[in-house]
């Protein structure tokens, strides 16, 4: 009886891989209208770099479509055109990050370029920006501020998107902005900005080093926040030595951070305390929001928050959503699809 029920098992195992192959939406050619982008390229019409291919587009408000095919693209790309803007990152499951083969990659930290905007290997200085299915990686390493992802923008989507580096790794410093179905990796306070409003559902975060994954910089006791929703934090693959018990939700960068997760999986080996002050000497806690509700997975077994964290009742929770982090209108420019998969993600 048990063999029979371990072939059962095994055969379930493999028709919903094959279902889900069958069912993965692909987007392995461009767009109508679309500008393409491919590594080497000498076809006329095409691109060989992401940013001449945004150099080439008119910076007036009509709308563009850029598709990138497969390689690795080292550079920094600087976006600030009026119109809306779309990019796709070649793919044969639109819906996963695991099937991105698109990279834009640099190796800048913020002590050479002069700011962490600037150490930026994408950055966005625009309204109304879309991405799919795109890595993007500052390769710095440890030791000082360098950025993958810079953004500035209001009504900007990321979509399953890949965002690597290691300290202050996603800039979401300003606008308002989604991250959905994607991953984020780093160590120290990679998650960070100023007066952003940011809401992430559905990502796995990746932990590679001993650090926080948030640092709030609000400086004003306004409505501002970051909300984390359904998301799953691991330990990553490469994660240094002694990460395990100092890693961290949320340190305030700003005297009112405003952080919030939920029904969070948290299976990298946290701190004990969750949460954590500044620096010693500079706690910076007097005026923060940490909130939290459901969290669940080995990292945070035994935990005992500090008083500056706050334990949500299901009430209170449901206070804090998409609409709340970057308004009521999300529905208008927010891709419903990502969105409605993210509320189930690893539940």
């Known amino acids: 009886m048990l063999k029979d029920t371990n072939i059962l098992v095994l055969t379930l195992t493999v028709v919903l891989a094959f279902c889900h192959a069958v069912l993965a939406a692909r987007r392995t050619s461009p767009p109508a209208a679309a500008i393409v982008v491919r590594a080497g390229t000498t076809t006329a019409g095409e691109f060989a770099t992401v940013s001449s291919a945004v150099a080439s587009l008119p910076n007036d408000n009509s709308s563009a479509t850029i598709f990138i095919y497969p390689g690795t693209y080292n550079e920094q790309v600087y976006i600030n055109r009026t119109g809306p803007l779309t990019i796709y990152g070649y793919t044969t499951d639109t819906m996963s990050y695991h099937e991105n083969q698109v990279t834009i990659q640099a190796g800048v930290p913020a002590k050479v370029a002069g700011s962490n905007d600037a150490s930026g290997t994408v950055r966005i200085h625009k309204n109304d920006f879309k991405m799919y299915?795109?890595?993007?990686?500052?390769?710095?390493?440890?030791?000082?501020?360098?950025?993958?992802?810079?953004?500035?923008?209001?009504?900007?989507?990321?979509?399953?998107?890949?965002?690597?580096?290691?300290?202050?790794?996603?800039?979401?410093?300003?606008?308002?902005?989604?991250?959905?179905?994607?991953?984020i990796q780093g160590a120290v306070d990679f998650i960070f900005g100023r007066g952003g409003l940011a809401f992430f559902g559905g990502n796995t975060i990746g932990v590679s080093g001993p650090g926080w994954v948030t640092a709030s910089g609000r400086q004003l006791d306004d409505a501002g926040s970051y909300v984390l929703d359904h998301n799953k934090i691991v330990l990553a693959r490469d994660a240094v030595n002694g990460t395990a018990g100092n890693v961290f939700f949320a340190r305030p960068w700003g005297a009112y951070?405003?952080?919030?997760?939920?029904?969070?999986?948290?299976?990298?080996?946290?701190?004990?305390?969750?949460w954590s002050i500044w620096n010693p000497g500079d706690e910076r806690t007097g005026n923060v929001f940490f909130g939290e509700y459901r969290s669940s997975g080995p990292g945070v077994h035994g935990a005992t928050r500090p008083s500056f964290a706050t334990v949500l009742s299901e009430s209170q929770a449901a206070m804090y959503n998409i609409s709340s982090a970057v308004g009521s209108d999300y529905v208008s420019w927010v891709d419903a699809e990502y969105l409605a998969s993210c509320d189930s993600e690893w539940e």
């Open 133 to 183: 299915n795109v890595n993007v990686k500052n390769t710095y390493g440890p030791g000082t501020q360098a950025v993958a992802f810079s953004q500035y923008g209001s009504r900007v989507g990321l979509y399953a998107c890949g965002f690597y580096g290691y300290q202050d790794t996603l800039y979401a410093n300003a606008g308002t902005q989604v991250y959905l179905k994607g991953y």
């Open 257 to 274: 951070a405003k952080v919030i997760f939920k029904n969070t999986v948290v299976l990298a080996p946290f701190n004990e305390t969750l």
